[in-house]
């Protein structure tokens, strides 16, 4: 090769290779000039439209260490792949899909990241056009891929990439092509589910020997709300063992203890959900979903829970695990262990509520909500508004579901909010559970004098915390971070907000109960005359 092109005739492959690198390395050199690089440009453009180009792409991809060259030469196979592949021989194909194969298979570990993308991209694109007629083990070779300790990573990497180019293929496809191909990952579906669920579980399983079982505090026993929240006074929480007796059928899923997970294992659970979010979006799941795999998912879910594991993807691992439970809860799924998966569910929300309301006795709050990253905290908040909005009602009348416990757990989680956004989600959650109720009193479907028997001590302490936090002999310090001069794109300040946002939720609950609602707040303006008008 020459300084002003690529000599393939002249020159043999490894001398072409240097020539190459060589280029590569003026071209990203700082010192190269504008016009220099555009030449290089050329060069490059012209010798990737050769007819062959390819094929020393080939030898050149096995023989550099040069990742520039390496994405040079995916760059050329790729345009092979994408606009050339119905003109190339079946026997081109076939060396083309094997040698890309097993250079990844081969050095998978040793490329960069973005190398190995690019890799498995190139080898889903082979699979998007030919499987399964003439690339008949593409998916059964992921799934080898998955099924060993050594290739789990590189399997679910291109599980992953499958899911993502086949569900939602670009526009060069034929509509009965995506429908095959939907059809096809759907029908291999229970295997997929199967597999992705024992990686999850052999991850808790090696990791469980190496925690200790230490059962949350009750969230019934923190002095900041003894005095103020009557709505736990009749509450089985106060009974250690209460839950534990509840839901014995469940013991085996308490999410109590943490395992430890060292860095593979982070690495393989996280793609892991990664694959299960992907699917959640868009498989059936009321025919797929298991209760053994939604127990582990709200295992890892409850990773965001625990400041401790911030530093070991903790967060990272409870968000995507959050993630494919709005995904289920969105969907309004309906196994077919229908009452057995609401009770899980259940149970396993409490549990997450408790972890999430206990106190923090190394925060300066108090509260381990401060302790944790605001992404976790914004997905369990619409976990819960998803729970309360579709799941609720199926259960609210029910014996079974301690709704007035769960109510008392929104309630420390509602008022423990580090932020006023996050205080004003959990606000939208209270008025959806608040129209739910005046849906059922409108309707006939239960007498009035029922609702508020049963929820008079909850919505009378609801309306008190409220009303205490409008005063300044109570909320001082949060009030007086509230600026009252600036103007949002509602032509509203943050004390303005505030305010309207504390006020609506009490009108919400004087639908119910007018003059209890009533009573309370005359009593506090009476005797504090501090509430802000």
């Known amino acids: 090769m020459t300084r002003g092109g690529l000599g393939f005739r002249m020159a043999s492959d490894d001398e072409s290779l240097r020539a190459l690198e060589a280029l590569m390395h003026e071209f990203f050199c700082g010192g190269t000039s504008n016009e220099r690089k555009r030449q ?286 709005n995904e289920i809860i969105a969907k309004n799924c309906v196994p077919a262990d229908f009452e057995e998966f609401l009770l899980q569910m259940f149970h396993q929300t409490f549990q997450l509520l408790q972890r999430l309301t206990r106190e923090n006795a190394n925060s300066a709050s108090g509260s381990m909500l401060a302790e944790l990253d605001t992404s976790y905290i914004e997905k369990f908040t619409d976990f819960l508004q998803l729970f309360v909005s579709i799941h609720l009602r199926r259960f609210e009348d029910s014996t079974r579901f301690p709704v007035i416990d769960f109510l008392a757990l929104l309630f420390k989680y509602t008022f423990k909010q580090p932020s006023n956004e996050g205080f004003y989600n959990c606000l939208e959650i209270w008025t959806v559970f608040l129209d739910y109720l005046n849906v059922l009193v409108k309707n006939r479907s239960v007498e009035t004098h029922t609702v508020l028997d049963r929820y008079k001590e909850a919505l009378a302490t609801l309306v008190t915390q409220m009303l205490r936090k409008l005063q300044f002999r109570y909320n001082q310090s949060q009030l007086e971070e509230l600026d009252d001069e600036t103007l949002d794109d509602d032509a509203e300040t943050e004390w303005q907000q505030f305010l309207r946002r504390c006020l609506e939720t009490i009108a919400k609950v004087a639908e119910l109960a007018p003059d209890d609602t009533f009573a309370l707040v005359v009593g506090y303006v009476g005797g504090a005359r501090e509430l802000a008008l």
């Not at 790729?78 to 050095?107: C, H, M, Y």
């Open 40 to 325: 290089i440009e050329d060069l490059l453009n012209n010798f990737s439209q050769q007819r062959g180009s390819w094929k020393h792409c080939l030898f050149f991809l096995a023989n550099t260490a040069n990742e520039y060259v390496m994405m040079f030469c995916l760059t050329v196979l790729e345009n092979l792949i994408n606009r050339q592949w119905i003109g190339l021989a079946g026997p081109e194909k076939t060396d083309l899909r094997s040698v890309l194969s097993k250079f990844l298979l081969a050095n998978h570990e040793k490329v960069p990241g973005f190398i190995r993308n690019k890799l498995v991209k190139l080898v889903v694109d082979i699979g998007r056009l030919d499987w399964p007629h003439f690339y008949p083990d593409f998916f059964s070779g992921i799934i080898q891929l998955v099924q060993q300790p050594q290739t789990v990573v590189l399997g679910l990497v291109l599980m992953k990439t499958t899911f993502e180019e086949m569900i939602s293929p670009r526009e060069d496809l034929s509509v009965s092509r995506k429908e095959e191909l939907r059809k096809l990952l759907l029908e291999r579906m229970p295997i997929i589910l199967g597999n992705l669920t024992v990686i999850l579980d052999a991850a808790l399983e090696k990791h469980r020997h190496v925690s200790t079982a230490t059962p949350p505090p009750s969230p019934t026993r923190d002095g900041d709300s003894r005095d103020s929240v009557s709505l736990f006074s009749t509450s089985p929480l106060h009974s250690d063992d209460a839950l534990s007796k509840m839901f014995t059928s469940l013991h085996k899923d308490s999410l109590e203890s943490l395992p430890l997970l060292d860095s593979d294992s982070q690495t393989t659970c996280l793609m892991a959900l990664e694959c299960l979010a992907h699917l959640f979006s868009w498989i059936p799941l009321s025919a797929m979903i298991t209760s053994n795999l939604l127990s582990s998912i709200f295992h890892f879910a409850s990773f965001g829970s625990e400041p401790t594991l911030k530093s070991s993807k903790g967060t990272e691992l409870g968000v995507i695990a959050m993630t494919c439970i």
